[in-house]
């Protein structure tokens, strides 16, 4: 399941590179993407709340979306959707 989960988060990192407003940290190596983003941290968290997606609150403004067993290429798609409409 490793490599799904690497290439899942390789798939939210390319994705999030095409939308202005959100800052890729780095290219991901293992299943972790950091990326911030030019929006309201209060309405993003809304917005993943309400679409059933747990994220934490940002650290410092960076937030961390973490690829593993249960997280789908779908559920990816649900996270790009409310990252933008938060921005």
Do not use: W
């Not at 960076?62 to 779908?74: D, F």
Request: glycine fraction near 4%.
């Amino acid at each position: 399941r490793l490599p799904e989960d690497h290439d899942n988060a390789k798939y939210l990192a390319n994705e999030l590179k095409k939308i202005e407003g959100v800052h890729l940290m780095s290219e991901p190596e293992i299943s972790m993407v950091f990326f911030r983003l030019d929006s309201d941290e209060t309405k993003f968290m809304s917005l993943c709340k309400e679409a059933g997606i747990l994220i934490n609150p940002s650290d410092r403004g960076i937030y961390r979306a973490v690829t593993h067993v249960g997280v789908e290429k779908e559920d990816l798609d649900v996270l790009i959707s409310c990252i933008r409409q938060a921005l």
